[in-house]
C-alpha cells in the first residue's frame, strides 16, 4: 500500500522528507515563459519586417501597376517613371562583377589554406582574413571613392569599355564589394575543405597524384555543395551591401552591365532617398518600400538556397 | 567495534585481491526477511520508446547495505540504477513500468517532485565530472542550492572527511577541481554527493575510469559509508561486488527470436556470498566464474 | 554501387572519382610537365592570398595615410560641422556610444534567453521550435537596409510610433545584432558538456538552478566573445541609421528619446561625400579613430576568448 510519507523511514529515526513538491515553483514557469518570448521575438521581427515592407507597398502598388514597375526600363520617381529595371541591373552590374572578382581570390584562399599552407602561415592569415570581414562598410566605400576610382582613372588604358571612368565607377564598387565577400567565401568553403576525410586525399595521393590534382580532383568535388553554399551566400550579401556601391557606384539609374560606367543599386537608391528631401505619404517615397520588398525577396531566394546546400554538406561529412 | 569492523575489511581488501568472501559480522543484519527494505521493486520495466531495456526486475533492496548489480555490458544495469533516482526522466522517450517503491512510497506517485527524489538519493557517475569550480564551491553547490542551513566551512569539512578527501584537500579548497588526479575528483564527486546529507547514494560504475590504487580506495570509502548510507552500485568487475557488497543481482540480455529487440533480465538475487559461492541458476554461475560475459 | 543512394555511397563516389582521375594522370604523364604545373598551380594560389591581403591592406593604408594628419583630440571636443576646420565627431562619438550601450543591454538577455531557451527547453520535434530556428537563420542574413526600412515603418512610425530618436536606433541595431547574439550563445551553452548538467541534478537542483548556477557561468566567456564581436558589427552599421534620420546634422548631444541624433559611422558618410577642401581628411580621421575602437574591442574579445576559455 503506497503512502506519500515517509512513517517508516521516521521510525528509523530519519528526518521526515517527503517526495512532493516543496514549492509551486512560479517563479521557474515565468522564467521559463520569459526565455521563449525572448525566442518568439525572431519570428515576431519577420512578421514585422513584411509589415514594413508590405504596407506601405500595397499603397505603392496601387497607383504603380506591377506591369508598369517590372516592365518599363525608365526609373526617374521625381517624374513619375517607375521601371525598377534599372536598379535591378544596376545591383546585378556591382553583383556581377564583384563575384568575377571574389570567387577566384576566395577559393584561391580557401585552397590555399585547406590543402598547401604550413600550420604557422594558416594561423596567421586566417584571422588576418577575418579582419577584412570586420571593417566597416564605410571604410571600404571611403578607399574606393577616394583612392580606387582616382587610381582607376588615372591607369585606364585608353577608351577601353568606354572610356576612362569619371567620379564614380561600377567597377570599383564591384572591387570594393568583392574584397569584402571574399573572407566570406574563403571562411566558409575552407571549412568545408577541411571537413573532407583526411582519407580521401590518402588514397589518391597513394596513387601518385599530385597535390595540386588532389586539391581540385578530390577535395573540391567533395567539398562543392559547401563551397556552393558561401558563394550563394556572397553574392546574397553583395546583393544586400549598401553603403559601398551609395559611394563608389554612383546614383544615377542605368541599364548597364559595363563596369566603368555610373549605375545605382537598388540598396543605393533607398540609401539616399531617405536621406533625401522627398515628403513621406507621397507615391515617390513609398518607393523604398517597393524595392525594399524586391530587395528583400532576393535575398530571402538566395539565403534559403545557401542553407539548403549547407544542410546537403553537412548531410554527408556530419 | 564500528571502527574495528572497517579496519578488519580494509585488511581483508588488500590481502587477498581474489574473490573472497567476508567474515560474518559485516554481513547484512539478521536474516533477509527482518531487514528494512529501502526500495522494493515489483515487475519493474524500462522502455525507451518501443524499445524495452529492462524488464520483470522484483527484487528489494535493504537498508544500510551494499546491493550490487553485476551483469554482461547491454543488460540494462545502469538503466535500472537510473529509475531509483529518477534519471531516466531526462530521457523524453523512457517509460517506467511497474511499482518502485521508496520506503514504502511510490516512487512513481502522480505528485512525486523527481527533484525531490533526488535530494534523498544521490548518485555518482562512471566519468568524474567535477564541477569547474573550485573543490569547496563543488562541494557547497548541493546546500547551497538546497538552502541548508549551516555553516558552510563545516558542511564542506564533515563531507570531505566523510569521503576520506580532507587531508588532500584541505590546503587546496579554492583551487580548481580539474587540477585533481582522477581518483581524487571522483571522491570529490562521492564528497558532493553526500554534502546533501542523502538516505541513499547510488554509483555507476564509479571506479571503471580510474587505477587500481583508486580504486580500492573508493572500495574501503564504499564500506565505511554504508553505515550511514546504503549504496546501491553498478559494476561489471566482479571481484569488486565481491569485495564490498552484501547483496548481488546478476542481470543478463534476453532476446527475442529475431534478435531485434534486446533486453535485461534479473536472472538471481541473493546475498553476495551466495551468488559467488554457490549461485542457484547455472548462468550465474558462468558468469561468476568467468566461463561467460 | 549503382542504385544505391546516400552519404557514405556519396563519399565512396568522391573517393572513387579521384583514384580514378589520378590513376589517368599517371599513365598520361609527361617526364616533368606536371612538377611546373604545380608550382604554376601552387603561385597562383599565393597571388590569389596575396591580393586580398594586398587588398586590406590598401584599405588601411588609405585611410591611415589620408586620416592621420587630421588626427588630434580636438576631433573629439569638436561639432558637427559643414566646415573642415571646425568639423568634429563629438556628437557622433557620444551617440554612437549611447547607441552601443543600448544595445548591449538589449540584445545580451533577449539573445541569451533566446539562446538558452533553444538549447535547454526547445526540443525540435515541436514545428514551433523549429520555426524559430529558421526565422533566426534567415534574419542573420537579411541586409542591414532591410533592418533600417523595419527601423522607420514599425518603430520610428507604424505601431510602435516613438519617432526618429536615438532608442529607435538603439532598438533596430538589436533587432540587427540578435541573431549573431543568439547564434554564438547556443554555440558557447551547447559546448558544455552534458555530465555538467547530469551532475548538478543529480543534486536535487532544478533545471533552471543548473542553466543559472552551472551552465551559464561555464558558456559565459564564450557568450561574451560573441556578445562583443556582434557589437562591434553594430558600431560600423551606417545604411540602417541613415534611414532612421541620423544622416542630419545633430550639433547637439543627443537625448535618448527625443530629439535627433547622430553616429560615428553616419558622420563619416557625411563627411566623405562633401567636396569641400579638408573634408576627405576628416572622413579619414574619423575612419582611423572607429577602426580604433574596433581593434580595440576585438582584441579585447580576442583576449577574454583565451584568458578564460574552458577546454572540457
Not at chain 1, 564598387?173 to 566570406?184: E, Q, S
Not at chain 2, 558532493?192 to 571503471?208: G, K, Q, T, Y
Not at chain 3, 533596430?172 to 552534458?194: D, K
Not at chain 3, 558589427?233 to 534611414?243: D, Q, S
Request: net charge neutral; aromatic share 8%.
Amino acid at each position: 500500500m503506497a503512502t506519500q510519507d515517509l512513517s517508516a523511514a521516521e521510525a528509523a529515526g530519519l528526518p521526515a522528507r517527503r517526495l512532493e513538491a516543496q514549492s509551486r515553483r512560479y517563479g521557474e514557469k515565468a522564467i521559463k515563459a520569459f526565455l521563449a518570448a525572448c525566442a518568439v521575438l525572431s519570428v515576431i521581427t519577420t512578421t514585422a519586417i513584411l509589415f514594413s515592407l508590405l504596407t506601405p507597398s500595397i499603397g505603392f502598388f496601387q497607383e504603380v501597376p506591377l506591369t508598369e514597375f517590372f516592365g518599363s526600363t525608365q526609373w526617374f520617381p521625381s517624374q513619375a517613371f517607375f521601371g525598377v529595371l534599372p536598379l535591378v541591373v544596376g545591383t546585378l552590374n556591382v553583383v556581377l562583377w564583384s563575384m568575377v572578382f571574389a570567387i577566384p581570390i576566395g577559393l584561391g584562399a580557401a585552397i590555399y589554406l585547406s590543402e598547401y599552407a604550413p600550420r604557422r602561415v594558416r594561423k596567421v592569415i586566417k584571422p588576418v582574413l577575418e579582419v577584412l570581414a570586420g571593417i566597416p562598410t564605410v571604410a571600404i566605400g571611403f578607399f574606393g571613392f577616394y583612392f580606387l576610382v582616382p587610381l582607376l582613372r588615372d591607369i585606364w588604358p585608353g577608351d577601353f569599355l568606354g572610356g576612362p571612368p569619371g567620379a564614380y565607377m561600377a567597377g570599383a564598387a564591384a572591387l570594393c564589394v568583392g574584397l569584402m565577400i571574399v573572407p566570406i567565401i574563403s571562411s566558409i568553403s575552407e571549412d568545408a575543405m577541411s571537413s573532407v576525410p583526411g582519407g580521401l586525399r590518402e588514397g589518391a595521393y597513394a596513387l601518385g597524384a599530385s597535390k595540386m590534382r588532389v586539391a581540385l580532383r578530390v577535395v573540391f568535388p567533395a567539398a562543392l555543395s559547401g563551397i556552393v553554399a558561401s558563394i550563394v551566400l556572397g553574392i546574397s550579401r553583395a546583393i544586400g551591401e549598401t553603403m559601398i556601391v551609395l559611394m563608389v557606384a554612383g546614383n544615377l539609374a542605368n541599364i548597364s552591365l559595363n563596369p566603368v560606367e555610373i549605375v545605382q543599386a537598388m540598396t543605393a537608391y533607398i540609401g539616399i532617398t531617405a536621406t533625401g528631401d522627398i515628403a513621406t505619404g507621397t507615391v515617390e517615397y513609398d518607393t523604398i518600400f517597393a524595392v525594399g520588398v524586391l530587395l528583400f525577396t532576393m535575398t530571402l531566394v538566395m539565403n534559403l538556397i545557401s542553407i539548403r546546400f549547407v544542410r546537403k554538406f553537412r548531410e554527408v561529412y556530419e | 567495534m564500528v571502527g574495528a569492523m572497517a579496519e578488519g575489511t580494509t585488511k581483508q581488501v588488500h590481502d587477498r585481491p581474489e574473490i573472497s568472501v567476508r567474515p560474518d559480522d559485516l554481513r547484512a543484519r539478521g536474516p533477509a526477511e527482518h531487514r528494512e527494505k529501502t526500495f522494493e521493486l515489483k515487475d519493474v520495466a524500462v522502455s525507451y520508446g518501443d524499445s524495452p531495456a529492462v524488464k520483470n526486475v522484483t527484487m528489494d533492496i535493504y537498508r544500510n547495505n551494499i546491493t550490487a548489480l553485476i551483469g554482461p555490458s547491454g543488460c540494462g544495469k545502469s538503466t535500472l540504477l537510473r529509475c531509483l533516482n529518477r534519471m531516466n526522466d531526462l530521457i523524453p522517450s523512457a517509460r517506467v513500468e511497474g511499482q518502485l517503491l521508496y520506503h514504502g512510497a511510490d516512487l512513481y506517485g502522480p505528485k512525486v517532485d523527481p527533484v525531490q527524489v533526488r535530494k534523498l538519493i544521490g548518485m555518482v557517475f562512471q566519468k568524474p565530472n567535477p564541477f569547474p569550480k573550485s573543490i569547496y564551491d563543488n562541494i557547497a553547490f548541493g546546500p547551497r542550492t538546497l538552502g541548508m542551513k549551516g555553516d558552510m566551512d563545516e558542511i564542506v569539512e564533515k563531507a570531505l572527511r566523510r569521503a576520506a578527501l580532507w587531508d588532500e584537500a584541505k590546503d587546496r579548497l579554492s583551487d580548481n577541481a580539474y587540477g585533481m588526479s582522477g581518483g581524487q575528483q571522483q571522491r570529490l564527486c562521492i564528497a558532493r554527493a553526500i554534502a546533501i546529507d542523502p538516505d541513499v547514494v547510488l554509483m555507476d560504475e564509479p571506479c571503471s575510469a580510474l587505477d587500481p590504487v583508486s580504486t580500492y580506495k573508493i572500495e574501503d570509502l564504499m564500506l565505511e559509508l554504508k553505515e550511514r548510507y546504503s549504496i546501491v552500485i553498478v559494476t561489471h568487475n566482479m571481484q569488486q561486488a565481491a569485495r564490498v557488497s552484501d547483496m548481488t543481482a546478476f542481470l543478463t540480455v534476453e532476446m527475442t527470436s529475431d534478435e531485434k529487440n534486446r533486453w535485461g533480465q534479473v536472472v538471481e538475487y541473493d546475498d553476495t556470498d551466495k551468488i559467488f559461492t554457490n549461485p542457484s541458476d547455472s548462468r550465474t554461475e558462468d558468469y561468476v566464474s568467468g566461463r561467460v560475459g | 554501387m549503382s542504385g544505391e543512394s546516400g552519404p557514405v555511397s556519396r563519399r565512396v563516389k568522391f573517393a572513387a572519382d579521384g583514384a580514378r582521375s589520378a590513376t589517368l594522370a599517371a599513365l598520361d604523364r609527361q617526364p616533368g610537365g606536371h612538377v611546373l604545373r604545380n608550382r604554376l598551380f601552387l603561385g597562383l594560389l599565393v597571388i590569389a592570398v596575396g591580393i586580398a591581403l594586398v587588398g586590406l591592406a590598401a584599405i588601411l593604408i588609405d585611410a591611415v595615410a589620408k586620416g592621420q594628419g587630421r588626427l588630434g583630440f580636438d576631433l573629439l571636443t569638436k561639432s558637427t560641422s559643414a566646415n573642415a576646420e571646425r568639423a568634429g565627431f563629438r556628437e557622433a562619438i557620444v551617440g554612437t556610444a549611447f547607441l552601443m550601450g543600448l544595445v548591449i543591454l538589449m540584445a545580451v538577455p533577449i539573445g541569451v534567453s533566446a539562446a538558452v531557451y533553444l538549447e535547454e527547453f526547445g526540443s525540435r520535434e515541436r514545428w514551433w521550435n523549429r520555426l524559430i530556428e529558421l526565422n533566426i537563420q534567415n534574419l542573420a542574413a537579411v541586409p542591414a537596409v532591410i533592418y533600417g526600412i523595419l527601423g522607420l515603418a514599425f518603430i520610428a512610425r507604424g505601431p510602435i510610433g516613438i519617432g526618429q530618436v536615438l532608442f529607435t536606433g538603439a532598438l533596430t541595431l538589436t533587432l540587427l545584432v540578435l541573431p549573431t547574439v543568439i547564434i554564438a550563445s547556443r554555440e558557447a551553452i551547447r559546448a558544455v558538456p552534458p555530465s555538467i548538467r547530469e551532475g548538478s541534478l543529480a543534486l536535487g537542483a532544478t533545471q533552471w538552478q543548473t542553466i543559472w548556477r552551472q551552465v551559464l557561468p561555464a558558456a559565459m566567456p564564450g557568450i561574451l566573445t560573441g556578445v562583443i564581436l556582434a557589437v562591434s558589427r553594430a558600431l560600423g552599421e551606417a545604411a540602417p541609421l541613415l534611414l532612421l534620420g541620423a544622416f542630419t546634422f545633430v550639433t547637439f548631444l543627443p537625448n535618448v528619446f527625443e530629439g535627433g541624433f547622430t553616429a560615428l559611422p553616419v558622420l563619416i558618410y557625411n563627411y566623405a561625400r562633401r567636396a569641400q577642401e579638408g573634408m576627405p581628411e576628416v572622413a579619414a580621421a574619423g575612419i582611423i579613430i572607429m577602426l580604433a575602437v574596433l581593434l580595440l574591442m576585438n582584441s579585447f574579445a580576442i583576449w577574454l576568448r583565451n584568458r578564460f576559455e574552458q577546454k572540457w
